[in-house]
Nanobody, 121 residues
Framework: QVRLVESGGGLVQPGGSLRLSCAASGSIVSINIMAWYRQAPGKERELVAAITAGGSTNFADSVKGRFTISGDKARNAVYLQMNALKPEDTAVYYC???????????????WGQGTQVTVSS
């Protein structure tokens, strides 16, 4: 059983910053990819940013230059630093990880419960 716990969401004014954190725990052999997705009301869930175990990163065009993603392998954690936030960044942000577990020794797609980010004046 793998659990992803997110923190750091909240209400921020346009132009402000927030830092999201996500930590994975459980029967983990390794984590290949950790990512952040978001889902706004009435819209589909979309990839925001991802980071591989090797440190390669990928960002949605809408957040390039404003968001950064980083990981801490020792803590099985991933962070999303969000700067210059816009009202259109308002969404529930979900942590995602591709985790190899001791139980199956297969890669399993795991999700956190989500954290609300609201950008509004």
């Amino acid at each position: 059983q793998v659990r992803l716990v997110e923190s750091g969401g909240g209400l921020v004014q346009p132009g402000g910053s927030l830092r999201l954190s996500c930590a994975a725990s459980g029967s983990i052999v390794s984590i290949n990819i950790m990512a952040w997705y978001r889902q706004a009301p009435g819209k589909e869930r979309e990839l925001v940013a991802a980071i591989t175990a090797g440190g390669s990163t990928n960002f949605a065009d809408s957040v390039k230059g404003r968001f950064t993603i980083s990981g801490d392998k020792a803590r099985n954690a991933v962070y999303l630093q969000m700067n210059a936030l816009k009202p259109e960044d308002t969404a529930v942000y979900y942590c995602n990880a591709l985790v190899r577990t001791w139980r199956t020794y297969k890669d399993t797609d795991c999700w956190g419960q989500g954290t609300q980010v609201t950008v509004s004046s």
